[in-house]
């Protein structure tokens, strides 16, 4: 199921980035080396989008069983896209920033290190290496602990670390040119950035222009910030980076308060201005089970509701200002109630007095998402026994 491939693709990226060589900062390279560098990372992408294209074609193939499912997961696509504009934003101000990154030409950067750390294996790997010298101190862990800073080798310069920064927040950069390629790709190599480095890699490579019906294989803007997401969340679940710990009934959450805050008003207030909890290592939500916090706050994430936790989501999402979170859960009920259930409520009306309201049963039909039905659904209205009755011949051939 779709999922199950989301989950491949996570994974497969995720490896990917771990086993990405370990390339020290302040090693130099020499030309000669670089260029073996770039023929291995080239030949390795190359297979990883291979693989990507296969998962897509097994996520087609099973469509047709999706559609089966009477209740499907929902998600709104601009989601990564629109959490991607928030974390920019607080980047601009300085806003729950926690990792410097200089440069030997000077060139200082303050940025969020679970953003970096979605694109770059070094970081991933650095921030991992904190996470477990952070956990060994447990309670004496305060704000300044979750601060610190890098000093880049002479490799990567100010144009280099801006792309990669860039291509962190927004899943491109528009420094990417034939001037700045040996740049970006120094620092891409450096910081392992792979995905970046493979943009180098075919910007590099003489452009060709792509048969009818193909592509060229490289992934849109908005395609790796979903990757980039993914990529977070799995920080999350992992609990690396996380920097704050909610408190439920029967457990407790470690989070990203920079998450948080990008997806809540309320969290944003408390966390950036002078409240007492932008200082606590630990919030208390008293009227949440902890089985409970988890769903919601993974919706928070991924931007995805299913049936069995989209009322909780409303619920959460309104006493905590997710507006976004609000908006897709909100959309996700009304799509559900306006199919089956507006459409069997039509027919009843209908059918109570059909000479008299049998004129305005297209009108009403209207209001029946039908293209949103799953199949199993449609298949229901299509064989309901009312048919039969000769009055709605012309409306059941309006319909189908």
């Known amino acids: 199921m779709k999922e199950d491939v989301r989950m491949k693709m996570r994974v497969k990226i995720c490896a990917e980035m771990k086993n990405f060589e370990d390339l020290s900062v302040e090693n130099s390279y020499e030309e000669e080396e670089q260029s073996a560098e770039v023929a291995d990372e080239e030949e390795s992408l ?11 074609e097994e996520e087609e193939v099973n469509e047709s069983e999706e559609e089966e499912e009477e209740e499907k997961t929902y998600s709104k696509e601009d989601h990564p896209t629109m959490m991607f504009l928030t974390l920019t934003e607080f980047r601009d101000a300085s806003i729950l920033t926690d990792l410097s990154l200089h440069t030997a030409d000077g060139r200082s950067l ?53 792309a990669v920064v860039d291509f962190a927040y927004a899943g491109h950069t528009d420094l990417l040119n ?121 919706s928070s994430y991924t931007g995805e509701l299913c049936p069995e936790t989209c009322l909780d989501v409303i619920s959460f999402a309104q006493a905590y200002q997710i507006t976004d979170l609000l908006e897709i859960a909100d959309d996700y009920v009304l799509r559900q109630f306006q199919k089956l259930v507006v459409f069997k409520a039509v027919v009843t009306w209908i059918l109570a007095q059909p000479r008299k309201r049998l004129r305005l049963a297209k009108e009403l039909m209207k209001t029946v998402h039908f293209p949103l039905m799953t199949f199993k659904e449609f298949k229901e209205v299509r064989y309901q026994n009312m048919w039969s009755d000769h009055n709605l011949t012309e409306l059941y051939e309006a319909i189908f």
């Open 46 to 56: 190359a297979g990883s989008h291979e693989d990507f294209e296969g998962d897509q």
């Open 110 to 162: 303050r940025v969020h290190s679970i953003v970096l750390a979605a694109v770059s294996s070094l970081i991933w790997r650095h921030l991992s290496r904190r996470n477990d010298e952070i956990g060994c101190r447990g309670d004496e862990v305060n704000d300044e602990d979750y601060e610190w800073s890098m000093v880049l080798g002479p490799e990567v310069d100010r144009v280099g670390l801006q």
């Open 178 to 298: 034939k001037q700045n390629l040996e740049q970006i790709q120094a620092a891409a190599l450096a910081l392992g950035a792979g995905r970046l480095l493979d943009l180098c890699v075919k910007e590099e490579q003489p452009s060709k222009k792509p048969a009818e019906n193909e592509t060229d294989g490289s992934l849109s803007a908005a395609q790796q910030l979903v990757m980039n997401l993914e990529l977070i969340e799995l920080l999350w679940e992992e609990g690396v980076g996380c920097d704050v710990t909610l408190e439920a009934r029967g457990g407790s959450l470690q989070v990203h308060r920079v998450m948080l805050a990008a997806n809540s008003d309320y969290f944003r207030g408390m966390f950036t201005l002078d409240m007492k909890e932008s200082r606590q290592p630990r919030v208390k939500l008293p009227y949440l089970l902890e089985t409970e916090l988890e769903l919601i706050i993974g």
